[in-house]
């Protein structure tokens, strides 16, 4: 019984040590880009210094007044949150819609699927156009248009749909109420972990595209934080510190976002996964 | 009502973001409070007391280049007193013909205008040679 337990107490002992020690490797790079925000010491510099020296926030403050970071910040924000919106929708119409049988569900399940190995690269130019025709270059809704919906969310809010039991839809059907209200009514409050990660996902791929506002935004005023981010870059070659602290800076928000919706994010991520 | 309230209040969701509002408010409210471009300090001699009729360079710093923002003189107790600085990272020098002059003193602000007043003396020293 003792040796049982002991043996238990070692092997959960050195499956956390694993544990640290992957996440010393995954944190690492953080750590090295937030001290030499913090310092603007030489990253090249050998032997490398752990802890940092004279540690203060100017560089950020540098980031913040010598390039239009309110203004990127506010772009990038703008853009997200649009891009949030729309995809909290429009993917929830379109899971639904797949829930439900219908001649063809089998097709535009598979035209879906096959639609996700094709690259955005491919399609820029017909969206550029597209864009250009609807007269939306420069603007907010331009940026955040070809993220409005993304097939991988709608298969999560599709996994999470399914779990809903059946006769609570036909009770509310029988309670008169429509499909949009079943939707906003019942499919979403009960799919809030499927709701969190189109939140993250949708936010983290608007908030770090770089090569769709590079095609269509011509006005410096209308650039997201990662187009900032490449200008900084080709301004201030010799700005270390200045350049990770705009990394922190532009890292931050999607980190904090992540951080707080963690938990639904993985249980939305999972949940379907084991579903017979 | 006043259970959900606070339930709803509570949630990461809502508190965190109603932080990050309250702090952005906060800062904001000292900057407005603080950010009249005073920049005060005061000019030691050679021999270590206070040099009057020095004349202070206050120069703006950029990434790539410096520019005069303004020159004042000190009074009788070597205390200068510049008013309109409108940067976030400014230089300092004192020089006085016949006497001196001073390091060049960086002073790095955490917001632009902000008001400040030299802990260190700028000292002014016989040029070598």
Known sequence: MTRARTWRAWKHASLHLAMLAVSFCMLLPFYWVLKTSLTGENIFVYPPGIVPVHPHLFYYIDVWYYIPFPRYLLNSVVVSVLSIAANVVFNALAAYALTRHFRGRGAVITILLSCMMIPFQTTIVPAYLITAKLGLLDSYLGLALPTFSTIICIFVYKASFEAVPRSLIDAARIDGLSELQIIRRIMLPLSTSAVATNVVLSFIWSWNNFLWPLIVVRDPLMQTLPLGLSRFLSYHENTTGALYAFCIMVLAPGILLFLMAQKEFIRGLTSGATKG | ?129
């Open chain 2, 1 to 129: 009502m006043r259970s959900t309230f606070l339930r709803i209040v509570r949630h990461r969701f809502v508190a965190v973001p109603l932080l990050i509002v309250v702090a952005v408010l906060g800062w904001n409210a000292y900057v407005v409070t603080h950010g009249d471009g005073i920049v005060r300090g005061v000019v030691l001699g050679p021999d270590g007391r206070p040099l009057a009729g020095a004349t202070v360079t206050m120069m703006e710093q950029n990434f790539t280049t410096n520019s005069d923002r303004g020159k004042t003189m000190t009074r009788e107790d070597g205390a200068f007193e510049f008013t309109d600085n409108r940067s976030h990272n400014i230089q300092l020098r004192a020089e006085k013909p016949g006497v001196g002059r001073s390091d060049v003193v960086v002073v790095r602000l955490y917001f632009r205008a902000q008001d400040v007043t030299l802990r260190e003396p700028l000292r002014v020293t016989k040029p070598a040679g």
